[in-house]
């Protein structure tokens, strides 16, 4: 026979139910009035050197607060050139940054701002051969270390696979990419549009000669067209939750806010990397030169997920036999596109593996000695 609730079990589910209501009335009147919305991309930092849109930043690593540099050589984040970066540091407790501070790290980012029609005529080469070089130099100069770390986040990993592959011997003691197609035939409707259907970047481009952000934001909506009603079905549910509202407006809000892509770059990257599937069959160049992911030497690390529509894994999958480092490694992750750098289970393995794989390959520092010093002789 079935088990009876008591009156009392049944008087806390009634209580919980209410109460558990009344919170969905007032986090919903919060969602629609857009009050209360977390602030995201707050951790301390300067900007050290720009051009043009783009800046780099760099963290504070307060010793009070995270610890201080324990690590050597500085860590290097690029980001993406379609989206904004402030997803790696989305909100204070549930940042990527702030456990790379805390795990001991000098840590910069490469920020591409918001292009405008000033933008329109950039290259892949100008991100890959001026934009990163100059900021790498500008993080030596500043930290005082002849090499970098190096990090890139989804398309920002490609310019940072371009920019290994074609500098060769540039100052990287290691290379790190997480969410990085490779395999653009898996890329969904947002790639097929342009390599069978016919579609020319010039027929989305706005005004200013780059493609608008909606254009993006409904590319990558037709990938998962049910995702909308999903997660609305999902914060129905949560929505009593003021740490799972807050959690929601911060991703999703980044879901959505997205940044022109420079026209050029836009048709470099539907014909070579699309069209060609030039890291596929070996057919990329950059500035003219042919580029080669096998030339890539420097410890490697890919780190992707199998539940990631933005990034299918059919796409990332062959990376890790396409570079040509002997000390490379892959890491898969039961998780999505933004779960790989933010939430718990970013927190709990997806993090760590990287901070891990990076510290074995950075040299410690001696309190109070510069980040630039690391494993010099005295």
Known sequence: MPTVPSPQTVLD????????????????????????RPGVGQTPKDVVWQRGRT???????????????????????????????????????????????????DVYMLDWGEPDERDADNRLEDYV???IPAGIDRVLELSGADEVNLFGY????????????????????SLTVLATPVDFRHMGPLADIFSVGGMDVDDVLGPDGNVPPSVVVQGFRTLTPTAEVTRYVTLWERLWSDEYVASYQAMTGWSDDHVPFPGAAARETAEMLVRRNGMMTDRLTVAGDPVHLGDIRVPFLTVRANRDHI??????????????????????????????????????????????FIRRRSDPLAPGEPAGTAGQEA
Request: net charge negative; charged share 20%.
């Open 129 to 131: 051969d001026d934009y």
């Open 13 to 36: 589910r009634v209580r919980r139910d209410v109460e558990r209501n009344a919170l969905r009335a007032r986090n919903g009147i919060k969602l629609v009035a857009g009050v209360d």
């Open 55 to 105: 800046q780099l930043w760099h963290y504070r690593n307060d010793a009070d607060t995270y610890g201080g540099v324990r690590y050597g050589p500085p860590l290097l984040l690029v980001f993406s050139l379609i989206s904004r970066s402030y997803i790696l540091d989305l909100t204070p407790g549930n940042s990527f940054v702030e456990q790379l501070l805390e795990a001991g790290f």
């Open 154 to 173: 989804c398309f920002g990993g490609d310019l940072a696979l371009l920019y290994a592959a074609h500098h060769p011997d540039a100052p990287l003691r």
């Open 311 to 356: 990034v299918p894994p059919a796409a990332t999958a062959p990376l890790i036999d396409l570079v040509g480092s002997p000390d490379k490694h892959e890491l898969c992750l039961d998780a999505g596109h933004m779960g790989l750098v933010v939430g718990r289970s970013a927190a709990r393995t997806t993090v760590p593996t990287i901070i891990d």
